[in-house]
């Protein structure tokens, strides 16, 4: 009954592939997100969807683009991965967007590494 | 932009005993809300406490409480009765009630250590 899921948790991939991580969120939420965790620690939102559609896209190159194929599911595919997109990745899920502070939920992270 | 500061990369407390986090952050809007997260080593995201800027009463979630300053931009969190399980990394998160907006804008963490 996970209700924020990623897959993989660990992706160990050459420079120069393409990727791709799995979110699912069994909670009914209409927005997720996908924020990159650095080596020192440092979380940051990369995007968020609300109801399928992409509602913030922060400072991020268009080798990263996420794709919803429904509510449920936000996926993040990289393309010609670099050394500097090694990272742990969070996918995250919230309500519909109000004024009240809803917690955003979040999964357990995937760790990429780029040899 | 909204900005959000932790001046303690690292903490140590002995267990039983009580330790404050710091977080400042910066912006120019009067609504808005704060978090504190949790992640242990299993990297998972923990929510321990939430503040809404407009209510003046600071948050509590059992041995969890803010003393949250909104003059000073302030918003510490105070963990009583430290227990060895409260070992983790804590990220303050600041988030904007605009709608469209509902990300969340962390700072660099605190690594907490709790001494037996």
Avoid at chain 2, 26 to 33: A, F, G, I
Wanted: net charge neutral; hydrophobic share 30%.
């Amino acid at each position: 009954d996970t209700a924020v899921s990623q897959t993989p948790k660990y992706l160990v991939t050459q420079m120069g592939n393409d990727k791709s991580i799995k979110c699912e969120q069994n909670l009914g939420h209409d927005t997720m997100y996908w924020y990159k965790q650095d080596s020192k620690k440092f979380l940051k939102i990369m995007f968020s969807y609300n109801n399928k559609e992409l509602i913030i896209n922060e400072t991020v190159p268009n080798r990263f683009s996420p794709k919803s194929p429904d509510k449920a599911h936000l996926n993040l595919h990289i393309n010609s991965l670099e050394l500097g997109d090694s990272a742990v990745y969070f996918c995250a899920s919230s309500p519909h967007i109000t004024r009240t502070g809803n917690e955003q939920f979040f999964g357990p992270g995937t760790r990429l590494t780029v040899l | 932009a909204q900005t959000v500061t932790q001046s303690q990369p690292e903490m140590s407390v002995q267990e039983a005993e009580t330790v404050t986090l710091s977080c400042t952050y910066d912006t120019s809007e009067s609504d808005y809300y704060l978090f504190w997260y949790k992640q242990p080593p299993s990297r998972q995201m923990i929510l321990v406490i939430r503040q809404e800027a407009y209510k003046q009463q600071n948050a509590t979630e059992n041995r969890f409480s803010v003393n949250f300053q909104k003059a000073a931009k302030s918003f510490s969190l105070k963990i009583s009765d430290s227990q060895l399980g409260d070992a983790a990394m804590y990220f303050c998160a600041y988030r904007t009630p605009q709608t469209g907006a509902n990300n969340l804008f962390f700072g660099t963490g605190t690594r907490l250590t709790v001494i037996p």
